[in-house]
């Protein structure tokens, strides 16, 4: 094929301050900046352009790359912003480095608590002509695909509650402070009911947090030598239908489609991929269920058995959500570009405490909108696709 | 690296009007996505991608109204993202879907939005909630006090006069009377503009954009897959983005790297897409400009920093030598410009349509003869964000 | 054909955290009647209001030093439309550059007939020098001072 620009992902940082009240949003987007390029061992000059996700309505701001920008150096800079999701900013990036024409790029995503209720606002997204009225917000939306998947998945509630306890177990060695949820499976399955079935124990308290990630090219990367690098070897990102009422809710065909693309490109077999390890978007235990079948790696079939074998567990075969997932910390907003960073941080060996030994290849999936709309897959690997043809 | 050439395939632009009652929000983006599918002679089926041109959730009043787009569009099970840079939102849109194809990732990228910005009540509400709540959100700062503001430096410096204002308003409506597209199409003259109220200092009713609401759409392709389908195409070859402090009291002062008065991070945006394209010397090299100005005294900055005028000269230049109009030297806006159409989510994008328009030959009784090479640009945030596109035949 | 509308409004309630920055320079307008700016170092300019970094540098700004009250205007407007949860007109507001700073902090000016416009707009131009006056009741905002004409 010729020499196709190769992307790496050669540093990231998350800004999660104990007490988010004692700093603005911007001073917070300045800190995982410097931390992301400090751990990247470059300064803000090396940076061609930037890419930056948030919402609006969450953030108070009607349009929050304004105020953000300088934060993260977009004075004089080439800086987009893709609200869709935290996941989408990364695929730009990537393809913009790609593209030939940006030898790095910055990719920041953030999600604030300054506003009186995240629900209200999310249920700000259902169109004025017919769902407005209704209390449709993520968690009710993830609710639907729940019981949708249960319908169709006998037992599958008592599978549900094993993946939490997997992924808490997971949290506590990664994210220690920032996972007080209930670890034990009796407290889980006993929460209080919030949205038939999600409990409280289920879901993880909203949690602020800023995300970035610095990406550059293979030339780039090989003229510093030294870079810790987790090299993109697929992108795929594909989209439902909007209206609940269009979707089988127990299905996620745009999942599917997004991990076809990847995988094409990572020359992943989609019939029997095989990763070290993966993270998958979790808002709800269901969630990462239907993530793991949509990326191949766990058929609905086995998905009782598997989590009463505690598989995706550190030291399982389809080990899954070793940061504890958006299960354990939950920076709602950008939980996407965050499972996007652990993926591409235990690739490069610098996933800290809860680093998988000797992790040569990783998926990440993010999800975003209402029942998973929106899919986003990376997969990564520890050479860049060149070296290994 | 020289990055290869994307080409426009199809352009599909709304006929702007204040209100669209016949129409909700996503039959407006459907509407444009229809045709430009029909301009392209593509199937939607055939799309790779999409990228979802949309500025603020609020002026819609759906959050992340962009979910809603997305039969619209057909993207369902497709490549899919949204893009916001405030009022450039619909050139860095094309970029990120000039990205997608120069990237090898796609071959075929819609780029699609629509707005109903003549619904809201409350525009200038929204817009004042673009500020800072640290310093400025209790300010009644909004994009017309915020323009005006600027009106006042580049008049300090340069010596514009509200007449010069006026003269841009009057060309750019004469060139809207030829446009079947534009909102305002009303020829007037420098006196009706004078006369008109009011609104902040210096900037009148006539010489402030209409609000307006219609969606565009575009299909971009790459250079392959237009030679093997032997379509006809556009190209871009040059894009370019930058931006400025958001602080405007930044920009002024002791010591600034940018003046208020100026639009020099559209200066930068524009250089980089001449870079890329090859263009050293605008006034020679570019036949015309489709330059983002929602008010009459940008439109003067725009074309300084496209490098179509030595800073501070294009007053004089309009006035004395009848630069800047169809006809005349480096025509500016022959469309009528965001002066004469303005749907927020998607006018930095009709920019490049009708940037696309003219050098495609298609511009009809607004054709510029003989455009082979034009530029468009695209205003964001608080004259923060700034996108460039060169197009050429 | 009948067309129908529907009506929604958006009701939003967000507390921002203004961070040590902010809080500290509207805490000395609150109880001092002073203002300050904090120097970028990098560039030497004494940003006002102030910010804990730069954003042309990202660097930390240091060093608070104390601005105004005297002044001189950057740029105004002045506004003869009505805009909803705006100011009934006519309001004029714009930037002042106070002695001692570097950038201008935007502020509404008062204390002038702004019924004649071109008249109001001459007394404001560029350049005019402006002093700082603070409300009796502070709070802790931009709203507690504004600009009149120097005498």
Redo the contacts between chains.
Sequence with gaps: MGS??EVGVIGSAVFAPRDPGRM?L?EALHAVTKHALHDAGIGIDDID?IVVAA???LD????????A??SVG????????????SE?AF??A???V????YRTQLVVSWSPLEVDSISE??R??????YHRALPLDDLSSHALQANALEAKVPGLRAAAVQVTVTNRRHGALAYPEYAPAPREAVLIAGGKMLRWPITDAMVSQPAFAAVALVLASDEWISGRGNCKTAWVHG????????YLG?RDLSRL??LQ?AAA?AYQEAGVDAQAPKFDLAEVADATPYQELVALEGLGLCPRAQWVDAAQRDAFGRDGPTPTNLSGGALSFNPVFCTGLMRIAEAANQTRGCAGAHQLPGVKTAVAHGAS??AM??NTVVVFGQHSRETTQ | ?K?PRVGIIGIGQSQFKARR??A?YPELVREAVTLAMGDSGRSLDEIEAVV?SL????LL???????????AVG????????????GSTGI?SL??A???I????CELVLVAGADKVGEC??S?????????????R?????TI?ML???A??YM?KYGMTQEDMARIVVKNRAHAALNPNAHLRAPTSIDEVMHS???????KLFDACPQSSGGCAMVLASEDYIRRNGLEAVWITG????????????R??????AD?ADAQ?LG?ACS?AYK?AGVTDPVRQIDTAELYSPFSNTEFHAIEAAGLAPLGQSPRMLREEGCFQIGGRNPVNPSGGVLCANAIAVTAMVRVAEAALQVWGRAGAHQVKGAQRAIASGN???H??FGAMVVEA | ME?M?RI?K?NIT?Q?A??ET?SWFFAQIRDHQQIYGRRDPK???V???PRAFS??TLEATREWVAVGPEGSI????????A?????DPP?A???V?LKG????????FRGLDLHD?AA??ARL???TPVITRFAEHRTG???DFWFELAP
């Design positions: 196709r620009t603005s911007e352009g919402n609006d309505q108070g701001r009607a349009i929050s790359i304004m105020a920008s300088g977009g004075v004089g800079r080439d800086i987009l912003s893709t609200p869709s999701g989408h695929v730009l990537s393809l913009r790609r593209s030939g024409m606002t999310q700000l997204s259902n169109d004025p002509y992108l795929g990102w594909a989209t439902e239908t909007a269009d065909p745009s489609a693309q909108g209402f709309q929106y | 690296m990055a009652s016949d909700n979802y500025a603020p959730d609020a009043g759906i959050g992340n109204a962009e979910r809603l787009g997305v039969d993207a369902r099970n497709k490549r899919f993202m949204r893009i916001n840079t405030g860095s970029a990120a000039h990205s997608h120069a990237a090898g990732a009540g409350d200038q509400t929204i817009l004042n909630k673009i500020w800072d709540p640290t310093y400025e209790s300010l009644p700062l909004g006090t005006a503001m600027s006042i430096r300090h109220r009011m609104i902040a200092w210096p900037i894009v370019g983005h930058s931006s400025e402090s958001y602080y405007i009291g930044d002024m002062g002791i010591g600034y790297s208020h991070a930068e980089r890329m964001g945030g608080d923060q964000f | 067309l509308t929604e958006w967000y921002h203004l961070g902010a560039s030497g300019r940003l006002v209001p954003d042309e950057e740029c105004f407007t002045i506004v003869y439309e805009f909803n949860n705006l100011p309001y507001f714009g930037y550059l700073a570097d950038t201008a902090i935007g502020g509404f416009a109001a707009a131009a560029v350049g905002d931009v709203l």
